[in-house]
């Protein structure tokens, strides 16, 4: 008896100390949440292809108001704006917050979103509980749970009425092998049969594996975050968990052969195996799996959209707590814009700028280096972030509810033998063509056809600009050209400009946006202060003034 008591006493020892030490990593991790909080995340590796997969596979909002193009999204790095914002606990939210970021659906879900997002940032208790939970879902297996409720149907056998057939015949091979035990010879081709069966069904499972073992992990966390009073307000329909269970022990068959990760097991694992092998156990329980997980592709898909919201919030909130210059943005219902205070969220102690305009668009000149792009990107992507995650990187913001599209960032296709102009040619027709649309759009575009003549591209930029510049269409644009100041200016766009200031032989950029029109040019001031030769920058000043006078432009600053 006293052997008895004493591994009671080691057992409980045993259980007391695992205890202790995941009191401790809880400790841990609690402390790290709240010293981390407002903070981007450090050393985090991304990888949009994964990251991106549950917007890829899974954007089939067909009433979305839009969804941002590829070719946006590239012209606004909004890959980089991305790793500054994630504050995300989990993979689901992370892959929920990217979709988020590329999905603009309506100003009531916005809005809902935003209180949502404020019920965290104000309580901390709750946020820190929640996110506590959501780190159990930091591991990059999380990724792969969007495969279990991807819109394409499983494929299933179509030899399983022959993996019964097997299967009944082993079954009673055993049986009569009592009786009978020459019968049990059959059980050899009838288990090579099987065998067969059973390792083509092993390549199928992989497939699952990740998001299998990551749908029991899912429904764990998202059992306890139902239980926060606050959350439940807003989440009021958990069907879904109910509908999912059911799921969960069909799913166990797969998800613990991957436990099986050490040698102890190695002995209970071929047991297993040749008796799943003998039967087709494996092989008819994956069959049930497969039509249960059909069936219940949309609650899973809830679960995740639950917990992936519930993350997104809480990052947002993070967001909002490190930046005392983020506001809410306010949706005007006219062609008008306000913001004070803007800024890009990526360029550390960038200058804010300010901008009005009411049944205009905005034609934005400036000096190399001035700011000019950098102005229409901050802009865009505050639209953006504005219209999907109800953040703005400014004092205030006030415009429309807008669909935006861009033409910045244009590059020759060499595979498809396409040059820079005739590249830039199809992007401004996609344009065009979407300027049909009767929604509100906002139309950004840099240096058009800076890939063709100085006086095919103004003509044909004036053209188009006025073109796009219709309706409810905001247009912003830059350029160089300054003829499209006096093309332009009556056509319903405001003037504004960058400049810049030469001291000590150093040009000096305030990056302040200014109205009007730009009076002074650098290009040639630039080549004199790098020291290129004296004759070259005599002859361009004389060639520059020339063309001034020749074509009645106002005459540039040297």
């Given at each position: 008896?006293?052997w008895?008591?004493?591994i009671?006493?080691?057992v409980?020892?045993l259980l007391?100390?695992?205890r202790?030490i ?11 949440i709240q010293?981390n ?5 450090e050393?985090?590796y991304y990888?949009?292809d994964t990251i ?11 009433n979305?108001y ?6 946006t999204?590239?012209?606004l790095?909004?890959?980089?704006v991305?790793?500054y ?10 892959q ?5 970021l590329?999905?603009?659906t309506?100003?009531?879900?916005l809005?809902r979103f935003?209180?949502f997002?404020?019920?965290?940032g104000?309580d901390?208790a709750?946020?820190v509980d ?6 159990q ?5 999380s990724?792969?749970?969007?495969e ?10 179509g ?7 097997l299967?009944?015949?082993a ?5 009569l092998s009592f009786?009978?035990?020459?019968v049990?010879?059959t059980?050899i081709?009838?288990f090579?049969?099987?065998m067969?069966?059973h390792?083509?069904n092993?390549n199928v499972?992989?497939?699952?594996l990740?998001g299998?073992?990551q749908?029991?992990?899912s429904?764990r ?9 606050k ?6 329909d958990?069907g ?5 269970k059911?799921?969960?022990?069909k799913a166990r068959?797969?998800?613990w052969?991957k436990?099986?990760?050490n040698?102890?097991a190695?002995?209970f694992?071929?047991m297993t195996?040749l008796l ?6 494996e092989?008819?329980l994956f ?5 249960s ?7 899973i ?9 519930v ?8 967001l909002?707590h490190g930046?005392?210059k ?6 005007s219902g006219?062609?008008s814009i306000?913001?004070?205070g ?8 960038c200058?804010?700028?300010d ?14 280096m ?7 990107r901050?802009?865009?992507?505050n639209?953006i ?7 703005c990187f400014?004092?205030?913001?006030i415009?429309?509810f807008l669909?935006?599209y861009s ?5 020759d ?5 396409t040059?820079?102009y ?9 344009l ?7 929604t ?5 575009l840099?240096e ?6 100085t006086?095919e591209r103004i003509?044909?930029?004036k053209?188009?600009l ?6 409810n269409?905001?247009v912003m644009?830059s350029?160089?050209d300054?003829?499209?100041t006096?093309?332009?200016?009556n056509e ?8 810049e200031?030469i001291?000590?032989n ?10 009007g029109r730009l009076?002074t040019?650098n290009?040639?001031?630039i ?12 002859e361009?000043?004389?060639c ?7 074509h ?5 600053s040297?």
């Open positions: 008896m006293n008895i008591f004493g009671v006493i080691v409980a020892i007391i100390f695992k202790c995941e009191h401790q990593k809880r400790r841990k991790l609690r402390l790290f010293d909080w407002g903070l981007p995340k050393d985090e990888n949009f991106g997969l549950y917007f890829r596979n899974n954007n089939d909002l067909k979305a839009q969804i941002i193009s590829d070719s999204w590239d012209d790095d909004m890959d980089e991305f790793r914002i994630d504050r995300t606990c989990s993979k689901i939210g992370q929920y917050l990217y979709r988020q590329r999905t603009v309506s100003i009531s879900s809005k935003g209180n997002s404020r019920m965290f104000s901390e709750l946020r929640s996110q506590q939970e959501l780190c879902l930091s591991s990059y297996k990724y792969y749970l969007e279990l409720f991807r819109p394409e149907p499983t494929e299933k056998s030899k399983i009425w022959i993996v019964y057939l299967s009944t015949l079954i009673l091979s055993v049986i009786y009978y035990p020459i049990s010879l059980l081709p009838v090579v049969c099987n067969v069966f390792y083509r092993k499972i992989q497939y699952y990740n299998v073992g749908l029991s992990v429904y966390v998202a059992n306890k975050l139902i239980t926060f009073s959350i439940r307000s807003y989440h009021k958990f879904f968990m109910s509908n999912i059911p799921v969960l022990s068959f797969i998800e052969e436990k099986l990760d040698e102890y190695a002995l694992w071929l195996e799943k092998i003998t039967f087709n156990i092989f008819i069959y049930h799996f497969q039509a997980l059909e069936k219940e592709k949309a609650n898909r809830k679960l995740f959209s639950f917990i992936g919201e993350d997104s919030a809480i990052s947002c909130a993070s909002y930046h005392h983020i506001c809410e943005p306010v949706f006219d062609k306000v913001v004070e803007l800024y890009h969220p990526l360029i550390e102690n200058i804010t700028n901008l009005a305009l009411k049944n205009r668009s905005l034609l934005l000149t400036g000096s190399n001035s700011g000019k792009t950098t102005f229409i901050s802009f865009s992507i639209a972030l504005s219209q999907t995650i109800n953040v400014a004092d205030r913001y415009a429309p669909k935006i033409s910045i960032r244009i590059s296709n060499l595979m498809k033998n040059s820079y005739l590249q830039e040619v199809l992007t401004i027709k996609n065009i063509e979407t300027s049909e649309d009767e509100p759009c906002l139309f950004v840099d058009l056809f800076k890939g063709t003549n006086v003509a044909a930029g053209a188009i006025s073109y796009l510049n219709k309706a269409h905001i644009v350029t160089h300054l003829e499209l006096e093309l332009l200016e319903n766009f405001e003037l504004y400009h960058f400049a200031s001291e000590n150093s040009l000096i950029f305030d990056h302040k946006l200014r109205p009076r040019r290009a040639i001031k080549l004199e202060l790098y020291d290129y030769p004296i004759e070259i920058i005599k361009s000043e004389v520059a003034k020339n063309w001034g006078y020749l009645n432009v106002d005459k540039p040297l």
